[in-house]
């Protein structure tokens, strides 16, 4: 192939090398060695678009047809989608012969050359590779020679398994698996991993090994119930079984003693794609035990915003928070202790009042008193307002916070008489009013201005809802016009004001309470004191902790 100056300007690698690394093999060592390449040679992987950019360049092209560098080219039967490692990997003894390269070599888990069923080698450059003396055959491992026994889908799917499923035996008790930069280990390190790997495999008895390690090294965790000390473990397993690998080769001793020298391993910080989790300074045989923002919201039962909220209300500590949940870390043996300091294993909770979900609250009841469901989920885990936090349920494995009915009273009455000023917006949706209906309720005196007239004052609000009965659709879930015929015929009183919101919806009907039966109050207001039924619970067993009393 020519390699003209032309060329090498175009392309600083050569476009020879170029095109022969995208389709298969390339002989570059030999033309590196006598020159004919000045510049030097870096393994860069292309797509196929980089192909056909450098095959619009005329020289290139004219090469190409001249020299029939394309002519055999086999395309392999399944597309390699994994990513390539950034080590050169090659093998000797293909080398040695001619000076070859596979680009399949370099797919991050192939360890080995089917040719000649030798193991793949490190080179800093190819030259440096030609130079050396390979002269003792080095023997394959165990999950080498079952590769070798394998048809090529089966090896490729065989490679992609182990590789998936190694991240899981590195730290083999965290609550996180370790994302491993598999990119850039060497041929050494990853040979070794999935040997120790491929013996594991070959336990019969792995399953329950790793289980029993688990269960005893969350055993601590335990009254926060089986989503978490069994957390992984039902996915561990599919994941096992799903290797059709010859057991029984690897006792359960020996299976054991590597899962625990792979969890007591000293951590090289610069393997793992994410660093945040090391960060914090605290002994790193203590990451076991550090959870992810989305297992933590599992955990509590409680939504990801949520978690965030009471985070950043200083309720509960994070290693490291984030912008989002599933990228915070957490300690969860710290959330374990400072959940045990606000709730208390409850036995009698037959006896007790109603206790809510507290998604299951209705949206109005927080429009309402300006809450939020982050705040009801503040109160409840700093045990400020009486809560319940239920685990272990035996055909759900899923944890629920719930809170009482007199504990949201009870947040409601404070947030009703602490909140500020308002805004005219903050009002309409406060009362489910519109712009007009508001304007005409300030000129009726029924709502009172700031003296500088952009608010409305709080006191006037407070004062509007204590001694009016105010209907309309929003308010009270039915027609104000049905409302309004049923409070007239029983109490037979006019309503103070009465509105059109618009043509299509309903009257706004206000009333003076003091002009009400008891019946009418009790029977309209139901705006003030729905709270929804809660769901079913299918559970059968259920350990339930109850708010520590002040």
Not at 141 to 164: C, G, P, Q, V, W
Not at 332 to 343: C, H, N, P, Q, T
Request: proline fraction near 2%.
């Amino acid at each position: 192939m020519k390699c003209n100056t032309s060329i090498t300007q175009v392309t600083p690698y050569g476009a020879c090398a170029l095109i022969a690394q995208f389709y298969g093999f390339v002989s570059v060592a030999k033309l590196l060695k006598s020159n004919q390449i000045k510049v030097p040679f870096k393994w860069n992987l292309y797509k196929s678009e980089h192909v056909d950019l450098l095959y619009s360049i005329e020289q290139v092209k004219k090469d190409v047809l001249e020299y029939n560098l394309l002519d055999g080219v086999e395309v392999p039967e399944h597309h390699r989608n994994y990513s390539q490692s950034h080590q050169l990997k090659v093998c000797h003894e293909c080398f040695k012969a001619n000076s070859l390269h596979n680009n399949s070599w370099q797919n991050i888990p192939t360890t080995i050359c089917i040719k000649h069923q030798t193991p793949l080698v490190n080179a800093f450059n190819l030259l440096s590779l030609e130079e050396s003396d390979q002269s003792s055959k080095e023997d394959l491992y165990l999950f080498e020679k079952h590769l070798l026994s394998l048809e090529d889908s089966e090896r490729y799917l065989f490679e992609i398994a182990l590789m998936k499923f190694s991240e899981s035996v590195f730290r083999p008790l965290d609550f996180i698996t370790a994302k491993l930069k598999f990119s850039t280990v060497t041929v050494p390190f990853l040979r070794a991993l999935f040997e120790d790997v491929y013996k594991l495999l070959c336990c019969d008895e792995l399953s329950n090994v790793w289980e029993d390690l688990l269960l005893k090294h969350r055993r601590q965790l335990k009254w926060m119930g089986q989503l978490v000390t069994r957390f992984g473990i039902n996915e561990l397993q599919a994941q096992i079984e799903s290797f059709n690998i010859k057991k029984g080769l690897t006792s359960s001793a020996e299976a054991k003693h590597i899962l625990l020298k792979y969890h007591n391993a000293k951590i090289d910080t610069k393997l793992f794609t994410s660093k945040r989790r090391f960060d914090n300074g605290a002994d790193l045989n203590q990451l076991s035990y550090q959870v992810d923002g989305l297992m933590l919201s599992n955990f509590l039962g409680i939504k990801k915003e949520s978690l965030i909220y009471v985070v950043n209300n200083s309720t509960l500590p994070a290693v490291y928070l984030g912008c989002q949940a599933e990228k915070s870390f957490f300690d969860i043996e710290v959330i374990g202790s400072i959940l045990a300091k606000s709730f208390a294993q409850n036995t009698h909770i037959e006896t007790q009042e109603q206790f809510y979900k507290i998604e299951d609250i209705p949206k109005d009841i927080y429009n309402l008193f300006d809450l939020t469901v982050d705040e009801l989920v503040d109160y409840a885990i700093s045990g400020k307002i009486e809560s319940q936090f239920k685990v272990n349920s035996s055909l759900r494995y899923v944890n629920y916070l719930l809170i009482s009915e007199s504990g949201i009273k009870e947040v409601l009455k404070n947030k009703w008489q602490s909140f500020k000023d308002m805004e005219h917006e903050s009002v309409i949706k406060m009362l489910k009013l519109d712009s007009k209906t508001l304007l005409r309720l300030i000129d009726d005196n029924f709502l009172a201005l700031t003296e500088d007239e952009t608010l409305i004052d709080a006191d006037s609000i407070r004062n509007f809802v204590s001694n009016h009965l105010v209907l309309n659709r929003s308010a009270n879930f039915e027609r104000s016009r049905d409302c309004e015929k049923r409070v007239t015929d029983c109490c037979k009183v006019e309503p103070v004001c009465l509105l059109y919101m618009n043509a299509y919806l309903t009257d706004f009907v206000l009333y003076k309470k003091e002009d009400l039966n008891e019946c009418c109050l009790q029977k309209l207001e139901s705006r003030f004191t729905y709270f929804g039924k809660p769901k079913l619970d299918l559970s059968k067993i259920v350990i339930t902790y109850q708010t520590k009393p002040k």
